[in-house]
């Protein structure tokens, strides 16, 4: 089974919905992120967690928000969803190990009509 | 700010050295990575270098570091058709817990 896993895979939605993406790890690590992939642009960070109580906002976070509802668990919600949100999100877990490798989830494609 | 810079493609012949270039502005980065993404699939860790070192290779990869002109390369010998996929340069970000990525590199290998 995979260690960090993102549901849906692909959504279709339209302009104005309430979207969450959600991220589940087994890895036992305290720290997860959101990132966002365009093409040309490489990963932008859109917030990271470091445990349940601690969210930080990262490049891009307007129009964002996040749920770390365990140390599992990471969701990353748009609250009205527009175009230009259109892209690959990735979440991310890492050990905080002092080269801090992170491993990624499979990614969930959005397209916001 | 902190900046990571590549160019987006790059193709080489089955067998032959691919060698992917990276430039950074942190000069305080203490380690730099090297990400490999395959179709359909999310980054992993290919291989990374501590910022005191020069150079480490492992296996068909050698990762070059010159810290003076801030350049990162990466070189794949021998390279095979499964060797196709995206090349992510990558910094520690100031404060230790970011990770900056470039752009990132797709590599074409053609048989």
């Known amino acids: 089974d995979a260690d960090v896993t993102q549901t849906p895979r692909n959504r279709i939605t339209k302009t104005g919905k309430r979207i969450m993406l959600e991220c589940s790890q087994t890895?036992?690590?305290?720290?997860m992120y959101w990132y966002r992939q365009d093409p040309g642009l490489g990963l932008q960070l859109i917030y990271y967690s470091f445990d349940v109580k601690d969210i930080n906002k990262g490049e891009i976070s307007d129009g964002y928000s996040v749920s770390r509802q365990a140390q599992a668990k990471f969701s990353l919600s748009l609250e009205s969803a527009i175009p230009n949100q259109t892209a690959l999100y990735f979440c991310?877990?890492?050990?905080?190990?002092?080269?801090?490798?992170?491993?990624f989830g499979p990614g969930t494609r959005l397209t916001v009509l | 700010g902190e900046d990571v810079e590549q160019s987006l493609f790059l193709s080489v012949r089955e067998g032959d050295s691919s060698v992917i270039n990276c430039t950074y502005t942190?000069?305080?980065?203490?380690?730099l990575y090297w990400y490999k993404q395959e179709p359909g699939a999310g980054l992993q860790l290919l291989t990374y270098i501590f910022s005191n070192m020069d150079m480490k290779q492992d296996q068909r990869l050698t990762v070059l570091l010159n810290k003076k002109d801030k350049h990162l390369s990466l070189r794949i010998a021998d390279t095979q058709t499964g060797d196709s996929a995206i090349y992510f340069c990558a910094e520690k970000g100031t404060g230790g817990f970011k990770t900056i990525f470039g752009a990132g590199t797709r590599l074409f290998v053609k048989a």
């Open positions: 890895k036992g690590h305290d720290r």
């Open positions: 942190d000069s305080s980065s203490t380690y």
């Open positions: 991310a877990t890492a050990t905080g190990s002092s080269y801090n490798e992170q491993f």
